[in-house]
């Protein structure tokens, strides 16, 4: 029902800085959440950041807390993640992620993105 499609993956070095986008499309409702989730290879999925289409309720990971930022504009049903000071640990596949109803995608989501990749090199 509701399509996301992810993109801004790149390579970048150590302490650098990427912004990550994610449009949706379709019927979100009038409730929806959106937020980004990372896999790193032999790592399970975790959780980065969240925030309600409000723009009022944010959730971040520890790992990525002052760093990472991520916000909402909700006239082209995009939401962003903003990461700077990069570490190497950061690498890994970006999902995007949406929840209808709710407030946050931390604990659930309905609908998933493809995925765009973000590796930070030395």
């Known amino acids: 029902q509701v399509h996301l499609v992810e993109s801004g993956g790149g390579l970048v070095q150590a302490g650098g800085s990427l912004r990550l986008s994610c449009t949706a499309s379709g019927r979100t409702g009038s409730v929806y959440a959106m937020g980004w989730f990372r896999q790193a290879p032999g790592k399970e999925r975790e959780f980065v950041a969240s925030?309600?289409?409000?723009?009022?309720?944010?959730e971040y990971a520890d790992s990525v807390k002052g760093r990472f930022t991520i916000s909402v504009d909700t006239a082209k049903n995009t939401v962003y993640l903003q990461m700077s000071a990069l570490k190497y640990e950061d690498t890994a596949l970006y999902y995007c992620?949406?929840?209808?109803?709710?407030?946050?995608?931390?604990?659930?989501?309905?609908?998933w993105g493809q995925g765009t990749q973000v590796t930070v090199s030395s």
């Open positions: 992620a949406g929840r209808r109803g709710y407030y946050s995608v931390r604990l659930q989501c309905d609908d």
């Open positions: 925030i309600s289409w409000s723009g009022v309720t944010i």
